[in-house]
Nanobody, 127 residues
């Protein structure tokens, strides 16, 4: 059974840091890319970052321009977990963050099957 479970969200002050986790089961990171999406209130789900499968020759992670230099995506193959380290957070980073799996990094949520999404974790950046 494919499952993705996010954790690590919470309330953080502007300029602070937070690390999100996406623990996957039912498949391995050797075969699937993992993407992070954020959905702010009243807005569509937006791609944030993606890391290709461990077996891929594509070793460079992808980042939305607004998070480059602040967010870092990484994975722990042994733990079957992908992380999103969020530094220097801003109020506009406030959103529910979801992780999703696909064979390749895709920038649109429509390319990810419905059964390969986590339930989301809320990140609120506020003083």
């Amino acid at each position: 059974q494919v499952q993705l479970v996010e954790s690590g969200g919470g309330l953080v002050q502007p300029g602070g840091s937070l690390r999100l986790s996406c623990a996957v089961s039912g498949f391995t990171l050797d075969d699937y890319a993992i993407a992070w999406f954020g959905q702010a209130p009243g807005k569509e789900r937006e791609w944030v970052s993606c890391v290709s499968s461990a077996s891929s020759s594509d070793t460079i992670p992808y980042y939305q321009d607004s998070v480059k230099g602040r967010f870092t995506i990484s994975r722990d193959i042994a733990k079957n977990t992908v992380y999103l380290q969020m530094n220097s957070v801003k109020p506009e980073d406030t959103a529910v963050y979801y992780c999703a799996a696909d064979r390749h990094c895709s920038l649109s949520s429509v390319w990810y099957d419905d059964d390969k999404w986590g339930q989301g974790t809320q990140v609120t950046v506020s003083s």
